[in-house]
């Protein structure tokens, strides 16, 4: 049986063998500091202000979709569009409790379920990279623009990762084994192109750093463990290889010794 993976159960949330964890898995990023600062500089790369309407596309658990309703107030809208019903039941309890303008709404970012131009501005993050047809999800982003909108997508590059100490490249094995369980684990690096390609003015690329020295963190935020189980299995790594090195790691880790870097690109464009 194929092993599962957060690459694997969030393209189908709603079918995973725990829907909870991985909502839970995403209250845990979405609560660090780092992570969390990222989310707020996208807010500003969109220049959300109030009576803005926007839409977070593949919004999750609501987090994100909240915030940005606090931002552009009760004369503005936030509808946050997401295909697992588990977690779009999630962030209406949480917004609930808000009495913020914003809705949640099941649908499929390969076809929004709105009129051309509705929206002042659109955000997607780390969902690109997850879900099949990109071209078809950004024609749509862009469909729903109205002109002069602006639209904000956030992604990883999987390839950017590394670790130190990295045990004769199996770190560097390792994360390259993890980008190609995405469908397109090398989204971020692509995005200007993709916002050139249609059309999109003004577009600015947006480097985001993540940088870890907790080799906990970093195993609940990469979910190290699946990814290191999976990769065993499909026969990427061998037991002795895996267990050599997170004993490095974890050396390092107890000296104060241990870093984890990635890069994120928030890329920031413009409807004409």
């Known amino acids: ?40 500089n996208t807010y500003r790369y969109l220049g959300l202000r109030p009576g803005d309407t926007v839409l977070d596309a593949g919004c999750g658990a609501g987090f994100d979709a909240i915030r940005m309703a606090e931002i552009v ?17 999630l962030a209406t309890k949480r917004a609930a409790a808000t009495g913020l303008a914003v809705t949640f709404r099941s649908g499929d970012v390969r076809a929004l379920p709105f009129p051309d131009a509705s929206f002042d501005a659109v955000r997607i993050e780390r969902t690109l990279q997850i879900v099949d047809k990109t071209d078809r999800i950004l024609d749509e982003m862009v469909r729903v623009l109205r002109p002069g909108g602006r639209l904000v997508a956030v992604e990883p590059d999987w390839a950017t990762d590394v670790i130190d100490p990295d045990s004769h490249d199996t770190g560097r094995t390792f994360f390259r084994f993890c980008g190609e369980q ?38 609940k935020m990469i979910n190290m463990d699946q990814f ?15 267990n050599a090195w997170l004993s490095e790691l974890r050396d390092a880790d107890r000296n104060g010794r241990l870093t984890f870097a990635g890069l994120l690109f928030a890329v920031y464009g413009r409807k004409t």
């Open 182 to 219: 995405f469908v397109d684990g090398s989204t971020g690096r692509k995005l200007y192109r993709y916002f050139r390609e249609r059309g999109l003015e003004d577009v600015v690329i947006h480097p985001e750093p993540l940088v870890l020295h907790d080799l906990d963190l970093v195993r």
């Open 228 to 242: 290191l189980a999976a990769s065993q299995g499909k026969g990427v790594l061998s037991l002795d290889e895996a």
């Open 73 to 89: 107030g009760k004369n503005g809208r936030v509808t946050g569009i997401d295909i697992s019903e588990h977690l779009l039941a």
């Open 1 to 40: 049986m194929a092993e599962r993976t957060i690459a694997s159960e969030f393209r189908n949330v709603d079918a995973a063998q725990d829907a909870d964890a991985l909502a839970r898995y995403l209250e845990y990023v979405d609560a660090l500091p780092p992570i969390r600062q990222l989310k707020v």
